[in-house]
């Protein structure tokens, strides 16, 4: 659920080190190798994608699913040589109605693979053992765990014993095993976190299971260039804070963000700025509010898409969620550009600010209507407004 982007693009990036050409399908569109290529939410689009793939002769396809398209029986129509399951969070819950259901729609994906198929899948997750029980017996199981999703529930074929974070990626050194030797014993990413380490866990086993030189697929990860909007940097120094954009909104991904820009600010502050969409439950909220309360030093409350929904509330119920997790202060900046404004103008150097919530996107939803907006380009704009005021000081 948090990481299935970023993992496609780190397998894709595996196949391309390795010489093989890689039609890569995500939430940030369709490339086939560097090449970005048309993008339609049609069925008719994603078919003249891959006919389009198949004529320059691409022979692999790195998809990302949706829980929603699987229930639809997407993975018993497209029948996957490989399946990579991340992890299972609240994100998408309130679409399926149940917990069973949800997990149920994930399933299909690993229920449909053919005999001698490969699932990997997250040893630290409880999730997975679920899906282990419903996955063919034909089919090959391999096992990732990093010990930021918790402690491992069973034995992993590929193992992070320390994960190393610093501005300019991550550093994942691996438990001793067969898969780890192949991979040099060791992986390292331009993605900042530890959610990143995770998924360039579960890409190098998907690379290898596909039967990948060990050597191109950890060569592969290490250059695969950060996802937009995915803890993506935008200024770091001396003098400067740490300013990040992040996709996190969803109450594990921004645990896992505030988590992420705390070790980062190491004594000095993390200030967050996020809010929620439109038509999340209450306890949905709360538990968004908390993660950020219990995770960042200061929290300013905004709008993210609103939709239909009042804003007002949606602040409302997040600030109830951020008072439970006791730790962060709180503003409430309805307006988004406001707001990063004011989490810039109150960092100090060596402090980290993270804008949450809607990452690559370059629109806002107020009510029915999408007007142009986008977090990249108003924090780049806050920055060069501070960076002119301390100037003129």
Same mark, same amino acid.
């Given at each position: ?14 196949? &391309?080190?390795?010489?093989? %050409? ?13 090449? *970005? ?13 891959? =006919? ?5 002769? !691409? ?16 993975? +018993?129509?497209? &029948? ?17 109605? %149940? ?16 005999? /001698? ?5 997250? =040893? ?29 529930? &069973? ?6 014993? %320390? ?55 950890? +060569? ?9 909007? @995915? ?24 645990? @896992?963000? !505030?988590?992420?820009? +705390? #070790?980062?600010?190491?004594? +000095? ?37 609103? #939709? ?14 951020? &008072?439970?997790?006791? @730790?962060?202060? !709180? ?18 150097? /060596? ?16 009510? @029915?209507?999408?007007? *142009? ?19 003129? %000081?």
């Amino acid at each position: 659920t948090n990481g299935k982007t970023s993992s496609v693009w780190m397998i894709a990036a595996a196949l &391309r080190a390795a010489s093989r %050409s890689a039609l890569r399908i995500s939430t940030l569109g369709v490339a086939l190798d560097d090449e *970005p290529m048309p993008r339609g939410k049609r069925y008719a689009d994603f078919l003249a994608a891959l =006919a389009e793939a198949d004529h320059r002769g !691409c022979r692999h396809a790195v998809i990302e699913t949706t829980s929603l398209a699987l229930a639809r029986g997407y993975a +018993r129509q497209w &029948r996957f040589d490989l399946g990579v399951f991340t992890n299972l969070s609240v994100d998408h819950f309130g679409s399926h109605g %149940s917990w069973e259901h949800y997990l149920a729609a994930k399933a299909q994906l690993f229920m449909h693979l053919g005999p /001698g198929r490969t699932a990997v899948l997250n =040893a630290a997750d409880p999730h997975a053992l679920f899906l282990d029980q419903a996955v063919p017996a034909d089919v090959q199981r391999r096992w990732f765990a990093a010990p930021g999703r918790g402690p491992r529930l &069973r034995p992993a074929d590929l193992e992070a014993a %320390s994960i190393e974070l610093g501005p300019a990626g991550t550093r994942v050194q691996l438990v001793p095993s067969p898969a780890a030797e192949a991979l040099g014993g060791s992986l390292s990413t331009r993605m900042i976190g530890e959610v990143f380490a995770e998924n360039a866990l579960a890409a190098a086993l998907a690379g290898l299971a596909m039967g990948l030189p060990g050597e191109a697929v950890a +060569r592969g990860i290490a250059a695969c260039p950060v996802v937009p909007g @995915r803890f993506e940097v935008l200024a770091h120094g001396d003098e400067l804070p740490t300013v990040a954009v992040d996709y996190a909104h969803s109450p594990d991904a921004l645990k @896992r963000t !505030c988590d992420t820009a +705390r #070790r980062l600010a190491g004594a +000095r502050r993390t200030i967050v700025v996020f809010g929620a969409g439109g038509g999340g439950t209450a306890d949905k909220l709360r538990e968004m509010g908390a993660a950020v309360g219990a995770g960042a030093d200061l929290a300013i409350v905004t709008s993210d898409n609103p #939709r239909e929904d009042d804003p007002a509330r949606i602040a409302a119920a997040l600030i109830d969620g951020l &008072r439970a997790g006791q @730790r962060a202060t !709180c503003e409430v900046v309805l307006d988004r550009t406001g707001a990063i404004d004011r989490a810039l103008a109150l960092a100090g150097a /060596g402090d980290v600010v993270v804008v949450a919530g809607k990452g690559h996107e370059q629109g806002q939803v107020i009510g @029915r209507a999408s007007t *142009p907006f986008s977090d990249v380009d108003a924090a780049r704009r806050a920055l060069a407004k501070r960076a002119g005021e301390v100037k003129d %000081s």
